[in-house]
T-cell receptor
Framework: DTGVSQDPRHKITKRGQNVTFRCDPISEHNRLYWYRQTLGQGPEFLTY????????KSRLLSDRFSAERPKGSFSTLEIQRTEQGDSAMYLC??????????FGEGSRLTVL | EDQVTQSPEALRLQEGESSSLNCSYT??????LFWYRQDPGKGPEFLFTLYSAGEEKEKERLKATLTKKESFLHITAPKPEDSATYLC????????????FGKGTRLSVIA
């Protein structure tokens, strides 16, 4: 399968703990995006990479969130000192630059 | 600010009962309008891209149309397997702004 893959699919953590999500994009895509989606809402943009450069960050991305894309391949999204409000589906997407995004299955975070 | 509004929030249809979903948008310049389908617990799956007013795209029972202010997703003779959330998104013309999504329409098709 050559689609976008995300890991883990589900994560349950206690408030205050750190969590990290990984995204492996489609190999020939140079653009990678992170979105967050809560129940009944559409995906909300968090951040965007072109190759290894982080080009855009949303105001939603507080200081507790950090994303990396070393060597322009896979990406990680880390949330430090998790809060209950961080509970959501974290979606990764990649694109060859046409605007069309290919999404992964998402990583669902539950903060207790 | 770029904005996408979808209506209705939820729609319940009998199998075979055709209907339309609406996506109204406000954007400084439109590079493209996208429709995605999302099943519960899954990531969005691409359906269509529309680039200019008057354009239409079709796929099986779905047809998407675009005007200068809105897009419609027409569903003809739907089946239960068409039940999903349908998301509309705009790709603004300016800079590196990514897709801006609406909240979606939850479609249920009853046999």
């Amino acid at each position: 399968d050559t689609g976008v893959s995300q890991d883990p699919r589900h994560k349950i953590t206690k408030r205050g703990q750190n969590v990290t999500f990984r995204c492996d994009p489609i190999s020939e895509h140079n653009r990678l995006y992170w979105y967050r989606q809560t129940l009944g809402q559409g995906p909300e943009f968090l951040t965007y990479f072109q190759n290894e450069a982080q080009l855009e960050k949303s105001r939603l991305l507080s200081d507790r969130f950090s994303a990396e894309r070393p060597k322009g391949s896979f990406s990680t999204l880390e949330i430090q000192r998790t809060e209950q409000g961080d509970s959501a589906m974290y979606l990764c997407a990649s694109s060859p630059g046409t605007g069309r995004m290919f999404f992964g299955e998402g990583s669902r975070l539950t903060v207790l | 600010e770029d904005q996408v509004t979808q209506s209705p929030e939820a729609l319940r249809l009998q199998e075979g009962e055709s209907s339309s979903l609406n996506c109204s948008y406000t954007v400084s310049g439109l590079r493209g309008l996208f429709w995605y389908r999302q099943d519960p617990g899954k990531g969005p799956e691409f359906l269509f891209t529309l680039y200019s007013a008057g354009e239409e795209k079709e796929k099986e029972r779905l047809k998407a149309t675009l005007t200068k202010k809105e897009s419609f997703l027409h569903i003809t003779a739907p089946k239960p397997e068409d039940s999903a959330t349908y998301l509309c998104a705009v790709h603004p013309l300016s800079g590196n702004t990514p897709l801006v999504f609406g909240k979606g329409t939850r479609l249920s098709v009853i046999a």
